[in-house]
């Protein structure tokens, strides 16, 4: 009988899931669950085998569940907590309906093993078990994954909206200040309070359109394209970003492009995704280095890169560079959304967004997009 046999190794059972678990990569991620998963589980399908060798075998129900997953069950109660537990502890899905798994692969190896015959209707009660264990704890860890998803995204929309209104109120508090100074009547429109004036007033203009165009990229809106000449669109990009420069103490080159070079593609979603790059650029390459900004023709295609000189990219960090919440360097200020927001800004004007790494240098930013004529 099985739950004799069950009750007999339930040790033996334990230890061999223990190894199998040990065994794969994973280790370290379940292990310490199967201490308190793999054993209640056990006695439940122990407990439910015996019930139903009794006259109140429905009453087995209550305790592991119905063939259809329907109701509430001590079962389901056990292998919710398991996944909790896993999905908090950051466990994979996969160790979640594997360690159920190695379970019924333990109950069976071991029976061949001992030249056990476990009876059809007994193992049917089995595999309901594992079934409705199995659902439980995918369900329950669905779920705290997709609450851990909602907190973080949560956080993420704050915080920006924290940078943005930052961002936006130190701007304005240097217009307020240069618009003061020259209400005395002492400072004249067009000195250097003047051109502080300007430049504040320009940086705001740029990091709102960059702003909307970051939430339209971010909310999957389709491009609205129109032909952008190429040289306008370097020389308007380069003026926004020469006071970032300035800020950074580092040097900003922009090179000459070649007359006729044109882009069909959305303007606001093309300057979001070249000014994220700039100011990237500005942010990690080092103090009174040089920021280069070209466009070039290659083929069919436009080219247009962004080089830095931060020194050269870690190990591993081309793979990763485009994740969202991914940073590099140890200038942690912002999210690691702004190159995801690049790439997809790229991708939705039929681009593709490239970084090449050049070791002990800097890097180059590129994005490449479909070559159009002015004519």
């Known amino acids: ?23 794969r990569a994973d280790a370290s991620a379940g292990v310490g669950e199967l201490l ?14 015996l019930i139903e060798r009794t006259s109140a075998s429905a009453d087995s129900r209550r305790l592991s569940g119905s063939s259809n997953g329907e109701g509430v ?10 996944g909790r537990e896993l999905a ?15 379970v019924c ?19 049917r009660t089995l595999n309901r078990c594992l079934d409705n264990a199995i659902a439980d704890a995918v369900n329950e860890y669905a779920l705290q994954d997709r609450r851990s998803v909602a907190e973080g995204g949560e956080q993420a929309l704050n915080a920006r909206l924290g940078s943005l209104a930052h961002e936006l109120r130190n701007h304005v508090n240097t217009a307020t200040l ?23 007033l320009a940086s705001i203009r740029t990091f709102i359109d960059r702003s909307l165009a970051d939430v339209r990229v971010t909310a999957g ?52 995704a070249v000014g994220n790059l700039l100011q990237n650029a500005f942010k990690f390459t080092q103090h009174n280095t040089v920021v280069s900004l070209q466009a070039s023709l290659s083929g069919d295609r436009v080219v247009l890169e962004v ?55 800097g890097c180059v930013f590129t994005v490449d997009l479909p070559r159009q004529s002015l004519g």
């Open 1 to 23: 009988m099985l739950h004799a046999f069950l009750n007999e190794n339930r040790l033996t059972l334990i230890e061999r899931c223990r190894a199998v678990v040990a065994a």
């Open 36 to 49: 308190y998963g793999v054993p209640i589980f056990l006695d439940q399908v122990i407990e439910t085998l």
């Open 73 to 82: 069950s001590e079962i389901g109660a056990t292998a919710t907590l398991h």
């Open 88 to 102: 908090k502890h950051g466990y994979s899905l996969e160790q979640a309906v594997r360690d159920y798994g190695d």
């Open 105 to 123: 692969q333990a109950i069976t190896d071991l029976a061949c093993d001992q030249n056990i015959s476990i009876e059809v209707g007994e193992f």
């Open 178 to 200: 240069a618009l003061t100074a020259m209400r005395t009547g002492s400072i004249g429109l067009s000195g250097a309070t003047g051109d502080v004036l300007d430049r504040s």
């Open 221 to 272: 809106l389709v491009a609205r394209p129109e032909m952008i000449d190429v040289g306008a669109f370097v020389a308007e990009a380069g003026a926004s970003a020469a006071l970032d420069a300035r800020a950074r103490t580092c040097q900003f080159v922009i090179a000459d492009v070649d007359k006729g070079l044109a882009v069909y593609a959305d303007r606001d979603m093309l300057h979001s």
């Open 307 to 361: 080089e830095d000189h931060c020194g050269g990219l870690p190990s591993g960090a081309v793979e990763r560079m485009f994740f969202p919440f991914h940073q590099r360097g140890d200038d942690r200020s912002g999210l690691g959304l702004g190159l995801d927001i690049c790439r997809r800004a790229v991708e939705a004007n039929n681009g593709t967004l490239r970084v090449r790494d050049k070791p002990g240098t």
